[in-house]
């Protein structure tokens, strides 16, 4: 994760390393839609908000949370950061 990059951005990243087809709508906050196993799952997250490192590692956090229960990551794995 760099320092500059959006909660959006890490999301984006997290589901591109996991090969999961994604797409981005966005309003007041960023819809990421994802399909895996031919269900769509969505995650909302800010747009920017670059300066809160807080919100850019929950959101790593809880994607992977997501991708683990979904089965697409190995639920053995690291659950820290990369």
């Known amino acids: 994760m760099k ?3 959006s909660p ?3 999301v984006c990243r997290e589901l591109e390393e996991a090969g ?3 797409r981005v709508v966005c309003r007041r906050h960023a819809k ?3 399909t895996v196993d031919g269900r769509d799952h969505c995650y ?12 850019r590692r929950n ?3 809880d994607i992977r949370r ?3 229960q ?8 690291p659950a820290g950061i990369r």
């Open 70 to 77: 979904l089965g697409v990551l190995d639920p053995g794995g």
């Open 20 to 22: 999961v087809p994604y």
């Open 32 to 34: 990421v839609w994802f």
């Open 3 to 5: 320092a500059k990059d």
């Open 44 to 55: 909302v997250t800010t747009v920017n908000g670059k300066k809160a490192n807080r919100a």
């Open 66 to 68: 997501l991708l683990r």
């Open 8 to 10: 959006l951005e890490v």
């Open 59 to 61: 959101c790593q956090a």
